[in-house]
């Protein structure tokens, strides 16, 4: 059990360095103006969501794993609680990759200043979903 959770742990932190940075970069790309520019925040918009879906897949495998492993875990509503966190993520994933398409085909309607804040969900979730899994609060 410890291995998986080290693992997931492991990939937890590679998903969530992705979802942090990801959308910093929708922030520069929707200032961009030039083409050479434009079309460099498209490469590393595509790489680093490559590279961060690989990792959120392999955290919520482990996840499972872990609950497959210790089912009584799910008699308790911290957990329950978390996972409902984890779905608004991996929505916030997906809305992600919808957001990285709309910006690579010039669609995007959104502010510089909306992917300001857009960049801030992660953050809120992070602290919730370790404040509960750390805590247990019941």
């Known amino acids: 059990m410890l291995w998986l959770k080290a693992f997931h742990v492991v990939f937890v932190v590679t998903w969530f360095a992705g979802l942090f940075y990801l959308p910093r970069l929708f922030v520069y ?17 595509r790489r680093l969501f490559g590279i961060m879906t690989v990792g959120g897949t392999l955290a919520v495998l482990f996840g499972i794993s872990m609950i497959v492993a210790a089912p009584g875990y799910l008699a308790f509503g911290w957990l329950h609680v ?37 960049n801030e969900a992660p953050a809120l979730l992070l602290m919730a979903i370790v404040v509960l899994a750390v805590v247990k609060p019941w």
């Open 29 to 45: 790309h929707a200032t961009a103006a030039d083409a050479i520019g434009l079309e460099r925040f498209v490469v590393m918009e």
């Open 82 to 118: 978390k996972l409902v966190l984890v779905a608004a993520l991996i929505a916030y994933h997906i809305w992600c990759y919808r957001l990285m398409v709309a910006l690579r085909t010039g669609s995007s309607r959104r502010s510089e200043r909306w992917f300001r804040l857009f």
